[in-house]
């Protein structure tokens, strides 16, 4: 089983997303991106603190993440809370989240999500995130995209490392 990642790196000036083979059943993945703390855990960029709520089923659900921008040098907003919203959630194929403040609906418009494809010898997981349905407004007051290509590579090796270990 190979652990490289597939060329498919791709970029727009919209979306990124990249896939990785991963030497893990849709199942297993999937439980680790229902998980508010699992989010936590296999997070690349060091954005990410620590989380409360229970694993997401459906469409709606939530969880809070408490975040910490440090780690992306870029913007001085210190510790700060977001809320994870599940836009899109096919169980062990796909889940597609956007973030918003307390108590406040998505704004942003900026997916984040993950597609699983099942094959005999491994699952092909894809981690993108969208900013296309953002409005002018916002895009122009923030730097798009947040996380690079690179940081979506990243958690995807940590989540190989995490559910491989299994």
């Given at each position: 089983m190979t652990r490289e990642s597939v060329a498919r790196g791709d970029m727009t000036?919209?979306?990124?997303?990249?896939t990785r083979r991963v030497a893990a059943d849709t199942a297993?993945?999937?439980?680790?991106?229902?998980?508010?703390?699992?989010?936590?855990?296999?997070?690349?960029?060091?954005?990410?603190?620590?989380?409360?709520?229970?694993?997401?089923e459906r469409v709606g659900d939530e969880f809070l993440v408490h975040m910490d921008r440090e780690s992306?040098?870029?913007?001085?907003?210190g510790r700060y809370d977001i809320r994870v919203v599940i836009?899109?959630?096919?169980?062990?194929?796909?889940?597609?989240?956007?973030?918003?403040?307390?108590?406040?609906?998505?704004?942003?418009?900026?997916?984040?999500?993950?597609?699983?494809?099942?094959s005999a010898e491994c699952t092909l997981v894809t981690s993108y995130h969208d900013w296309s349905e953002i409005a002018d407004e916002v895009r122009a007051k923030?730097?798009?995209?947040?996380?690079?290509?690179?940081?979506?590579?990243?958690?995807l090796g940590i989540l190989a490392r995490t559910v491989e270990q299994r």
């Amino acid at each position: 089983m190979t652990r490289e990642s597939v060329a498919r790196g791709d970029m727009t000036t919209e979306r990124c997303e990249v896939t990785r083979r991963v030497a893990a059943d849709t199942a297993t993945i999937f439980a680790v991106l229902c998980s508010p703390h699992g989010h936590v855990a296999i997070d690349a960029s060091g954005m990410l603190q620590s989380a409360e709520g229970s694993p997401v089923e459906r469409v709606g659900d939530e969880f809070l993440v408490h975040m910490d921008r440090e780690s992306l040098n870029d913007k001085p907003l210190g510790r700060y809370d977001i809320r994870v919203v599940i836009t899109r959630f096919e169980r062990d194929r796909r889940i597609e989240w956007m973030v918003s403040g307390s108590g406040e609906p998505p704004r942003l418009r900026h997916a984040f999500g993950y597609l699983l494809e099942p094959s005999a010898e491994c699952t092909l997981v894809t981690s993108y995130h969208d900013w296309s349905e953002i409005a002018d407004e916002v895009r122009a007051k923030r730097n798009f995209p947040v996380i690079s290509e690179a940081t979506l590579r990243a958690t995807l090796g940590i989540l190989a490392r995490t559910v491989e270990q299994r």
